[in-house]
């Protein structure tokens, strides 16, 4: 399966824990693609 992130569930998967379990199990079982948008990494910057 695909996945697309946007900035807060991206850092929420990575460093938190507001994602429902079946979500992070989604995006870290390794059997997925995660695509991030690309403003991820400029958005908090800016916040």
Known sequence: MNLL?????????????????????ATIDGRNVVYVIAPTAWDPAIA
């Open 5 to 25: 992130l946007d900035t807060h569930a991206f850092l929420w998967a990575v460093d938190d824990a507001r994602l429902s379990p079946a979500a992070r199990a």
